[in-house]
């Protein structure tokens, strides 16, 4: 007999503290980096109207868990897709199932974490306002996780919707929407980008030296350029970002020359390789999403809900 503990949607989302989150995602990189993660690549089964991702993880210190996340088309917003899925989290000493949660919240949180985290380390310090590039969920978890750590910092927001881009805006007490996105890069020195697209959103000629950008998004197709790929040292959760083929790796970084490194983030997190090197350098930490933050943010909601004795528990 095993109890476990559903989480809701709501559930879920409450139980994801921003700051416990960071600490796990970054101890989860550091493990990645130092090869102490057991997570095969992300495989996906694919249907007529979009995907079902599979991705299970173990991260010691922070437990066993498995991912499954569908990713479609949303009939009701064209040119823009909808994440759903489950993440379920084990004992890790004899594999008891230990809670069931809703994925969309939690792969949020953690893909903003890892972005957020990468701008800590790569990012100039104080070198001007942030911008957010995206409307959706992902641009609104990042903008929610930025006004709950950073709420001075102004954050820009853009995307092809004056409106939306006014909404997600609102989320952060120094936030504001941009006239435009080139509007907003140009003035930006940190970017995140954080969208569904399918070609390049962001320019290599609208980023001034010294620009950090975080792209999460390009699921479909790459966000970013080129030349932005080709001019920036780059950064990643993992070396599977540039090694494997979409969907476990990224749409820019096929094709790499042989001379061109992709640094894991978690080995700047933990000092094991330098980060930015200069004021001018462009630096790009490239996200594909990996099972090991999934893992972590899995353990935060568990144990903030078992603490304050969120969701529901039922005895299989």
Known sequence: MSEIRFL???????????RRVLEAVATALVAIARDQVSAPPRIAAHAPGGLLGAMPGHVPGLGLAAKLVSVFAD?????????RGIVALFDTADGRPLALMDAEP????????????????LALPGAGPVAVVGTGAQARAQVTLLAALDPATPVLVAG???????????LHPAGRPAGGIEDAVREAR??????????PVIHRDWLAPGTHVSSVGGSHGPELDAATVRDATLFAEWSGAAATLPPS?????????????????????AGDSPGRRDESELTLFKSTGHAALDVAAAHVAHAVARSEGRGSCVTM
Request: charged share 20%.
């Open 75 to 83: 009939p009701e917003r064209p040119g823009r897709s909808s994440h």
């Open 8 to 18: 809701d949607a709501a559930q879920t989302r409450a139980a994801l503290e921003p």
């Open 249 to 269: 790796g990224a749409h820019e970084l096929q094709g790499l020359p042989p001379e061109r490194s992709v640094t894991p983030l978690g080995a700047v997190l």
């Open 190 to 199: 940190t970017v995140f980008c954080c969208t569904g697209a399918v070609r």
């Open 106 to 121: 939690l792969t949020e949180i953690r893909t903003a974490a890892s972005a957020t985290l990468s701008a800590r380390a």
């Open 160 to 170: 092809r919707d004056a409106g939306r881009a006014e909404s997600v805006a609102a």
